[in-house]
């Protein structure tokens, strides 16, 4: 055998065992989504889409989506933005954030709410007593609470490698797993934090099994020619080698992650008329 025969056989063994490990990450963040934990309660699910309020034809549905949004570490470390404390760096405090929130949904059914982060929701669960557990399990059951993304955390997608993102998708996903059973599955990605998107993090999200992902930052030149020509939405092909299965609905958010201009959700909203391309659209 030559050098030049031996070295193309040798890369190609090697191409071949990173597609098997690739292949063998994504089968064990998909077998989390596929093994639900059986729900021994008694209570009858209605989560997922089962749980959506059915739309009116002859008017315009609008969604309002409750959410929040806790870095997993930025102005301040984890446990400071779960504690709260260092206020003067930043005024965030999750604890607070999912004590208010499992509390207006238990006192009103029509109320929800979805939550991304599963490093500060585990942070959270494991200091729970009981009492406040069973009802979150009834506000996950019910499609009142629900999960959206599920990994450790909001990843980058510029420089995280693909192993990692797998890995923590994989670790994030097998929490809500072994507490909330196929209710806990989130059915959407929720990326509207990291600064720029790849078609790579997409098509993963097609191969788990997720069936829409929604951003939040894209380039402002980007933002403005799809507001104005109504095309914030779109089906997005991760991998062109893969075709349609790597598909996956994706839709960009209105304002980054903050409410539409005028509304007001938080106290720390104050009055604005939101980035320049929105304002520049709205007049």
């Known amino acids: 055998m030559t ?3 031996f070295k193309l056989v040798f890369c190609l063994q090697i191409n071949l065992i990173v597609d098997m490990w690739f292949a ?3 089968l064990s963040a998909t077998a989390v989504l596929s093994s639900p934990v059986p729900d021994s309660s008694g209570t009858q699910e209605r989560c997922g889409y089962d749980s959506c309020t059915e739309a009116d034809a002859s008017v315009l549905n609008i969604h309002i989506v409750a959410h929040t949004h806790d ?7 984890v446990d400071q933005y779960y504690y709260g404390s260092r206020n003067n760096i930043q005024k965030a405090g999750v604890q607070y954030i999912l004590d208010s929130v499992v509390k207006e949904l238990w006192e009103d059914p029509k109320r929800r709410f979805i939550y991304v982060e599963t490093a500060f929701f585990w942070m959270w669960w494991t200091r729970q007593t009981e009492t406040v557990r069973d009802k979150v399990r009834t506000l996950v059951r019910e499609g009142r609470l629900q999960m ?3 990994a450790w955390s909001m990843n980058d997608e510029a420089a995280s490698h693909y192993q990692s993102t797998i890995d923590q998708f994989t670790y994030g996903l097998s929490k809500l797993n072994q507490t909330f059973g196929a209710c806990g599955r989130p059915h959407v990605g929720w ?3 990291p600064f720029g998107h790849s ?11 997720y069936d829409g992902l929604f951003l ?3 380039d402002y030149q980007d933002k403005r020619q799809r507001l104005l020509g109504k095309k914030m939405e779109m089906v997005w092909r991760g991998d062109d080698s893969l075709g349609k299965s790597s598909d996956i609905f994706t839709g960009v958010l209105y304002n980054t992650y903050s409410p539409p201009p005028g509304f ?3 106290v720390l909203w104050q009055t604005s008329e939101g980035p320049p391309e929105i304002a520049e659209i709205a007049k």
């Open 191 to 193: 990326q509207i934090d």
């Open 264 to 266: 007001c959700f938080d």
């Open 148 to 150: 959206v993304g599920g």
């Open 24 to 26: 063998l990450l994504l």
């Open 216 to 218: 939040g930052r894209i």
């Open 71 to 77: 870095d997993v570490g930025w102005l301040k470390t």
């Open 3 to 5: 050098f030049s025969s």
């Open 199 to 209: 078609r790579e993090f997409a098509s993963l999200l097609a191969a788990m099994g």
